[in-house]
Each structure stands twice: as structure tokens, then as C-alpha cells.
């Protein structure tokens, strides 16, 4: 019988970040993190060990920060409870006070005849896939992409940098569709054709063929892709079957349902990351948001109120702030779309702008930005949302847009932000795209009040 005080299940960035939150704010307590396996991979920087990183090792979680903060780190898999008792693979039983379950997502496949041939893969977050996944594309040259959400994005960017054949398909009509309004949408499927792939949208997948290794990909209207790899990149889905097996009660979205602090139904057991269901931030909607930065963000809060409420939650909800970057376009998102908010029945007005992230233009490293802003209109004139398109610069200023929304700026208090800015780093003053856009925001508001 082992006896530990903190139990948390998981060792990804929401149980990795939830064990130095938990020793900062209780040192006296004992902390142990369980994981199924040796290594722990970075999950963002999984499409990158194909061609940007070396190898898959260049790609993981070091352990240093949990040995040097005396957090116990055991490798198994967690998968009965007893009594309060946690029971792993290998037979040991673990006593805990608190439990937190950062038990993450798997990938999601697809119910389609040849699924399951050799040569079709869904991208899984573990270090042994990966480094056998990198070694089979050595022998391919024809890859079709079943998905056009970021992950099949980054990924075909990476394989055509090995110069792949690649092709995406996606059943909706836009590829990032889910995350982007239309026009961001075009840039993105532009620049994807001008890397080198092949764009298939508005058609479903029916089937793969092939006898044993899989030699063509069937779509809905009968077209046939020639194909020696397919990639399966149709989004993930929470891991629940522990929280199923302690009672918890399961949310709307089919993550594990938990209230502002990460508590779950048991006042003793926390869910953080991909397991845990995510609110909305405007319409407190259930959402099944998986991201490494709002995983980490509940570690955080989760670690800091495991025994009492230390660390007060001032955000309502989830954003869902998130960037990506292929080729040489990056793009970023925060709060609504416009068409989030037309679905939820926003009043609302749109701002837009276009600026170079550097000034003068010419210099070397300069890209042109994009920028959409969304307000509420007419009454209270607070930021809803933003989508950014440019260069390397649109990370930040993506993070920027989620501060801005989390505290409820209204346009005229970012009409009047006071902003540093400087040749190298930033667009021109008389030209910052958030506010130029929220400039145009402001004006299209008036005229419409009139």
C-alpha cells in the first residue's frame, strides 16, 4: 500500500503544470504524478517532429522542474479505484487525500470501411508512436489528410517540407472553418495550394481500399485518391473512463463536468485539460475546447485550491485563444467569430483593418496583417472577438485580443490604449491594426445608430 496526499493522473501539461501549482502553494504536502508512460511528449509540438524537429526527442517534458520540487513521478496507469484507493496496471494501490484527473484525449478515428489497414494513422500524443510513425514516412510519398482542422494543417506543412504528395480532405465547405470566418478561412487554403497541397472540401471520406496495406482513398461522389499513407486528423475526444468509474458526473459536451475551481461532482477529486468540459465565455455554452495553454492555465488554478479556495477564478469562461502557423502565414483567434456570435444571437459590429508589423514596410521582415474585430452593438460596445492573419507577430498580438476581451474593453477604451511601438517590432502608431480596425468599428456602430 502506497500513501501519497496529492494524486494527480496524467503527466501532460495540465497534470505537469497542476504539481508545481500544488508544491508552490502546499509544500508540506506530498505530491505524487502518475503516468502511463516514460516520456512525456509536448503535445503542440507533436506535428513538428515530422520534419522541423529532428527527432521525437527533441519534442518532450523534462522531468527536472518535478524532481527538483520533490514531486514523485511514477510511470503505470491508473486503472480501478477501491475505496479511495487508486489501483494501477502493475497491482500497487495508492491512498490519496485529493485526486486530480488530468487523464487528457486520445485521437478520434473514423467509422469507415479500411480504417484500421495498414498505413492509415490518427496522431496520438505518445513518444513510441511518433518515433515509429516518423520512420514509416521514409517509405511514402503519397499521404491524403482526413481533416482540415489545425492539426491536419500542420501536419501537411510539415510533410510537404519532406516534399510529399499531399492531399486534404474536409467535409465542410472551408478547411479551420470551426475556428475562422470565411475570409480567414480563404487565406489559409491559399497559402496551403501555394505550399504545394492539394485541397479536397465539401466532400466526405467513404472508404479506404486496399488488402492489407491501403492503396486508395474512395470519396462520397466515387472520386478515388491514390494514396500510401492516410492521416486521420478528425479531432480528439476526452479519456472519461476513470471519472466513469468513480461516479462523476459527465457534462453535456462528454468531458467530465466541473465547476469554476476544476471540482468535479466529488469535492475531492479535480479534472483538468482535455478530460475536463470547458464553458463558453460569452454564452456559457458546454464546449470541448482542447488546448495545451488552457490546460495549463487549469493546472494552475486546480494546484492552488486543492485543500481551500487561495487563488480566486476571475475569468467566466473559456476563450479559446489559439494561434497556428504554415508556410508563411500565422493565424490567430479569440472569443467570437462572426459567425459565433450571429449563431448566438449577438447584436454586434465588425471592425477591419490591414497594416504592415513593422514600419516602414520595407523593412526586411516586415508581413501584412489582417485584422477582424467583433463588438457588441449598439448598447455596450465591448470587444466579443478577434481573428489576426500575418506574420510571426500574430501570436502576441492574439494574446493581446484574449486580455482585452477577459476584461471587457469597450472600443472606445482601445480606441484611446496607450501602446509602445518601434520600427523593428511593430506596426506604425498612426496604423496599429487593433485599433485602426476598432476605429472602423466605431464608425460603422455610429452610422448604423443613426
Same mark, same amino acid.
Given at each position: 500500500?502506497?500513501?501519497?496526499?496529492?494524486?494527480?493522473?496524467?503527466?501532460?501539461?495540465?497534470?505537469?503544470?497542476?504539481?508545481?501549482?500544488?508544491?508552490?502553494?502546499? =509544500?508540506?504536502?506530498?505530491?505524487?504524478?502518475?503516468?502511463?508512460?516514460?516520456?512525456?511528449?509536448?503535445?503542440?509540438?507533436? =506535428?513538428?517532429?515530422?520534419?522541423?524537429?529532428?527527432?521525437?526527442?527533441?519534442?518532450?517534458?523534462?522531468?527536472?522542474?518535478?524532481?527538483?520540487?520533490?514531486?514523485?513521478?511514477?510511470?503505470?496507469?491508473?486503472?480501478?479505484?477501491?475505496?479511495?484507493?487508486?489501483?494501477? &496496471?502493475?497491482?500497487?494501490?495508492?491512498? #490519496?487525500?485529493?485526486?486530480?484527473?488530468?487523464?487528457?484525449?486520445?485521437?478520434?478515428?473514423?467509422?469507415?470501411?479500411?480504417?484500421?489497414?495498414?498505413?492509415?494513422?490518427?496522431?496520438?500524443?505518445?513518444?513510441?508512436?511518433?518515433?515509429?510513425?516518423?520512420?514509416?514516412?521514409?517509405?511514402?510519398?503519397?499521404?491524403?489528410?482526413?481533416?482540415?482542422?489545425?492539426?491536419?494543417?500542420?501536419?501537411?506543412?510539415?510533410?510537404?517540407?519532406?516534399?510529399?504528395?499531399?492531399?486534404?480532405?474536409?467535409?465542410?465547405?472551408?478547411?479551420?472553418?470551426?475556428?475562422?470566418?470565411?475570409?480567414?478561412?480563404?487565406?489559409?487554403?491559399?497559402?496551403?495550394?501555394?505550399?504545394?497541397?492539394?485541397?479536397?472540401?465539401?466532400?466526405?471520406?467513404?472508404?479506404?481500399?486496399?488488402?492489407?496495406?491501403?492503396?486508395?482513398?474512395?470519396?462520397?461522389?466515387?472520386?478515388?485518391?491514390?494514396?500510401?499513407?492516410?492521416?486521420?486528423?478528425?479531432?480528439?475526444? =476526452?479519456?472519461?473512463?476513470?471519472?466513469?468509474?468513480?461516479?462523476?458526473?459527465?457534462?453535456?459536451?462528454?468531458?467530465?463536468?466541473?465547476?469554476?475551481?476544476?471540482?468535479?461532482?466529488?469535492?475531492?477529486?479535480?479534472?483538468?485539460?482535455?478530460?475536463?468540459?470547458?464553458?463558453?465565455?460569452?454564452?456559457?455554452?458546454?464546449?470541448?475546447?482542447?488546448?495545451?495553454?488552457? &490546460?495549463? &492555465?487549469?493546472?494552475?488554478?486546480?494546484?492552488?485550491?486543492?485543500?481551500?479556495?487561495?487563488?480566486?477564478?476571475?475569468?467566466?469562461?473559456?476563450?479559446?485563444?489559439?494561434?497556428?502557423?504554415?508556410?508563411?502565414?500565422?493565424?490567430?483567434?479569440?472569443?467570437?467569430?462572426?459567425?459565433?456570435?450571429?449563431?448566438?444571437?449577438?447584436?454586434?459590429?465588425?471592425?477591419?483593418?490591414?497594416?504592415?508589423?513593422?514600419?516602414?514596410?520595407?523593412?526586411?521582415?516586415?508581413?501584412?496583417?489582417?485584422?477582424?474585430?467583433?463588438?457588441?452593438?449598439? #448598447?455596450?460596445?465591448?470587444?466579443?472577438?478577434?481573428?489576426?492573419?500575418?506574420?510571426?507577430?500574430?501570436?502576441?498580438?492574439?494574446?493581446?485580443?484574449?486580455?482585452?476581451?477577459?476584461?471587457?474593453?469597450?472600443?472606445?477604451?482601445?480606441?484611446?490604449?496607450?501602446?509602445?511601438?518601434?520600427?523593428?517590432?511593430?506596426?506604425?502608431?498612426?496604423?496599429? =491594426?487593433?485599433?485602426?480596425?476598432?476605429?472602423?468599428?466605431?464608425?460603422?456602430?455610429?452610422?448604423?445608430?443613426?
Amino acid at each position: 500500500m502506497e500513501k501519497t496526499d496529492v494524486l494527480i493522473v496524467g503527466g501532460g501539461p495540465a497534470g505537469f503544470t497542476c504539481a508545481l501549482s500544488a508544491r508552490n502553494i502546499y =509544500p508540506q504536502k506530498k505530491i505524487t504524478l502518475i503516468r502511463k508512460n516514460k516520456t512525456a511528449t509536448i503535445p503542440c509540438g507533436v =506535428p513538428y517532429i515530422i520534419s522541423t524537429l529532428k527527432k521525437p526527442e527533441d519534442n518532450i517534458f523534462s522531468d527536472k522542474p518535478l524532481v527538483d520540487n520533490n514531486i514523485d513521478i511514477m510511470v503505470d496507469d491508473v486503472i480501478d479505484f477501491q475505496g479511495g484507493k487508486a489501483v494501477t &496496471a502493475t497491482g500497487k494501490k495508492i491512498e #490519496y487525500e485529493k485526486l486530480v484527473l488530468a487523464t487528457g484525449s486520445r485521437s478520434k478515428s473514423l467509422p469507415i470501411i479500411g480504417a484500421k489497414l495498414d498505413g492509415v494513422y490518427t496522431i496520438k500524443k505518445d513518444f513510441d508512436f511518433l518515433k515509429e510513425f516518423k520512420r514509416k514516412l521514409k517509405d511514402v510519398n503519397d499521404i491524403v489528410i482526413v481533416g482540415g482542422g489545425f492539426i491536419g494543417f500542420e501536419v501537411a506543412d510539415e510533410l510537404l517540407k519532406l516534399d510529399k504528395k499531399v492531399t486534404i480532405v474536409e467535409v465542410a465547405e472551408h478547411c479551420l472553418g470551426f475556428a475562422f470566418d470565411d475570409e480567414f478561412c480563404e487565406l489559409a487554403e491559399d497559402e496551403m495550394r501555394n505550399l504545394g497541397a492539394d485541397i479536397i472540401t465539401g466532400k466526405k471520406v467513404e472508404g479506404i481500399q486496399g488488402k492489407n496495406q491501403l492503396s486508395s482513398v474512395v470519396l462520397d461522389d466515387k472520386t478515388k485518391l491514390n494514396a500510401d499513407m492516410v492521416i486521420i486528423s478528425v479531432g480528439y475526444k =476526452p479519456n472519461i473512463e476513470l471519472a466513469e468509474k468513480l461516479g462523476l458526473r459527465i457534462g453535456e459536451s462528454g468531458a467530465i463536468w466541473v465547476n469554476e475551481y476544476l471540482r468535479t461532482s466529488n469535492q475531492n477529486v479535480f479534472a483538468v485539460g482535455d478530460c475536463a468540459e470547458k464553458k463558453e465565455f460569452f454564452s456559457r455554452d458546454a464546449m470541448k475546447l482542447m488546448l495545451a495553454s488552457t &490546460a495549463m &492555465a487549469e493546472g494552475r488554478l486546480a494546484g492552488s485550491n486543492l485543500y481551500n479556495l487561495k487563488v480566486v477564478r476571475e475569468f467566466k469562461g473559456t476563450l479559446g485563444t489559439f494561434s497556428t502557423r504554415f508556410g508563411n502565414l500565422s493565424l490567430g483567434e479569440s472569443g467570437l467569430t462572426e459567425k459565433k456570435a450571429k449563431r448566438l444571437g449577438f447584436g454586434y459590429v465588425v471592425g477591419n483593418a490591414e497594416a504592415v508589423d513593422r514600419h516602414p514596410g520595407k523593412i526586411k521582415d516586415a508581413s501584412k496583417l489582417k485584422v477582424k474585430l467583433i463588438f457588441s452593438s449598439p #448598447y455596450s460596445h465591448t470587444l466579443l472577438g478577434g481573428q489576426i492573419a500575418g506574420g510571426k507577430s500574430v501570436g502576441e498580438m492574439t494574446n493581446i485580443l484574449s486580455v482585452m476581451i477577459q476584461k471587457g474593453l469597450k472600443d472606445i477604451e482601445i480606441d484611446t490604449l496607450q501602446i509602445g511601438t518601434h520600427p523593428l517590432l511593430t506596426s506604425s502608431p498612426i496604423a496599429y =491594426p487593433i485599433i485602426k480596425a476598432t476605429v472602423d468599428a466605431i464608425l460603422k456602430g455610429t452610422k448604423q445608430s443613426q
